[in-house]
């Protein structure tokens, strides 16, 4: 799971759906891989604008990354290239191969074997 993907992610408990507590979810026991892939400033110019940058903040500060830019880059940041490359790094090369994701809302753990996340809720939840 690339970091980029958890922060789309919400709690897909039933109750969690109105909290604002259900996002982002919480990394814990994470075991990070990094991943080079080739450099895409055009794609991270395009998504910046659809990050939530204060839960990638949480996530990057969670899995012991340096505190990253306090705002999100705008305008003539997303010309930087040493700016691009360390988002390209956290966002797409970083990969999350085992641990959990946890709600800050009701606690439910979501497993991350291989790489994936497992959603299934059990049918008390759903």
């Not at 075991?31 to 839960?55: G, T």
């Not at 290239?81 to 800050?104: A, D, F, P």
């Not at 979501?110 to 059990?122: C, S, T």
Request: glycine fraction near 6%.
């Amino acid at each position: 799971m690339k970091l980029i993907t958890a922060n789309f992610l919400t709690c897909a408990v039933k109750g969690c759906k109105a909290s604002p507590a259900s996002f982002p979810l919480h990394f814990r026991d994470a075991e990070l891989e990094l991943q080079e892939l080739d450099f895409q400033p055009d794609f991270i110019r395009n998504i910046v604008p659809r990050i939530d940058w204060h839960a990638l903040q949480i996530m990057a500060n969670e899995l012991g990354f340096p505190k990253i830019l306090d705002k999100k880059p705008e305008g003539d940041e997303l010309k930087d290239e040493q700016i691009l490359k360390e988002l390209h790094r956290l966002l797409l090369e970083t990969h999350i191969n085992e641990g959990k994701l946890t709600c800050g809302n009701c606690g439910h753990e979501y497993l991350i074997k291989e790489g994936i996340a497992n959603f299934l809720l059990p049918s008390h939840l759903v």
